[in-house]
């Protein structure tokens, strides 16, 4: 079957920048308040929704763990099959929150009761219609007990990627989960970053070669000259910044969340040699080690 390809609509704003010691439901975060900001190109659809009350969130949990189909959630000790729970590492990681809605301001929706972590892509927003969406439901399964205690319960590492998560390198050796790559971009190399004491002579032996030109060193990116292939990336040659730094090439494969790119290098067995920043205007990479040589990440 083909691939769907989503893209967000905007991003959430929230005070929890951890998983861990947060609400696991919107009823367990009464009152906790947080922005939806909508990208400028969607702002026009958030007509008319200030009138609604409540509101569904519909977003990628682009923290969570590798796919796993069975689970021990939040509310309980037994391992359940993951679409009877909502437990944010499942085959396609999208999450479901119905949020009170304070105020539409702009593209911007001030929003309480946010279970959501800081920084998750937003995919769409539903307005919450009772008659549409309220049963009286006969049975609520294995959470028939354990359902009210949403209200206090507190989420763990569990769910989260690389060796904090305590079931993924099993299910990682038993191919049950997918590997990261398969929820990011084709791979790509965003940067291609040389460094060289000749910085000149590369610049135009690449321009011979490959038909590419070099632009004046850019301050943001260590003072590399840059020139833009027709993919997107971009290769920068500098000199070394200091007595100490080695000649190198340095390939930065684009990902669509630097962290957790990291977090599964390090889980599968890679020494970081620089965690996740943001270099401003250009995106956020790291840098890791795996068999003597330098392996980068961007986001962009
Ligand atoms: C159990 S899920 C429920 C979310 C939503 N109400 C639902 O039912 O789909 C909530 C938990 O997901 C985790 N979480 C929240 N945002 C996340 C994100 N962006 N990526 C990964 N995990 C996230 C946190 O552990 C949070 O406590």
């Given at each position: 079957m083909s691939e769907i390809d989503l893209r967000p609509i905007g991003t959430i704003h929230s005070p929890y920048t951890s998983v861990r010691d947060m609400p696991i439901q919107p009823r367990g975060a009464?009152?906790?308040?947080?922005?939806?900001?909508?990208?400028?190109?969607?702002?026009?659809?958030?007509?008319?929704?200030?009138?609604?009350?409540?509101?569904?969130?519909?977003?990628?949990?682009?923290?969570?763990?590798?796919m796993r189909l069975s689970v021990v959630p939040f509310l309980d000790g037994s391992a359940r099959g993951v679409f009877a729970t909502r437990a944010p590492c499942r085959p396609n990681p999208v999450g479901l929150s119905v949020v009170r809605l304070r105020e539409v301001r702009g593209n911007v929706l001030l929003v309480e009761n946010l279970d959501v972590l800081d920084g998750t892509p937003?995919?769409?927003?539903?307005?919450?219609?009772?008659?549409f969406d309220r049963w009286d439901v006969e049975?609520?399964?294995?959470?028939?007990?354990?359902?009210?205690d949403a209200d206090t319960a507190r989420s763990d590492g569990r769910f989260e990627p690389g060796p904090s998560s305590p079931h993924a390198p099993d299910l990682l050796r038993s191919g049950l989960a997918r590997p990261l790559a398969e929820r990011t971009k084709p791979m790509q190399i965003r940067y291609l970053e040389i460094v060289t004491p000749d910085v000149d002579a590369v610049c135009a032996t690449y321009a011979r070669v490959h038909g590419v030109s070099?632009?004046?060193?850019?301050?943001g990116l260590g003072n590399a000259r840059t020139a833009t292939l027709a993919d997107g990336g971009v290769v920068g040659v500098r000199a070394p910044m200091h007595e100490s730094e080695a000649p190198v090439v340095r390939p930065y494969v684009l990902v669509d969340d630097v962290e957790a790119a990291a977090s599964a290098a390090v889980a599968a067995g890679a020494e970081l040699a620089h965690p996740p920043l943001e270099l401003p205007g250009h995106g956020k990479f790291a840098i890791y080690i795996q068999g003597g040589i330098h392996h980068g990440l961007w986001q962009v």
């Open positions: 009464l009152g906790v308040a947080g922005r939806v900001e909508v990208f400028s190109e969607f702002a026009e659809g958030l007509a008319d929704l200030s009138g609604f009350s409540h509101v569904y969130l519909v977003y990628h949990f682009h923290r969570a763990a590798a937003l995919l769409d927003i539903k307005p919450y219609v009772p008659a049975s609520t399964g294995w959470l028939a007990r354990e359902g009210r070099f632009g004046e060193p850019q301050p």
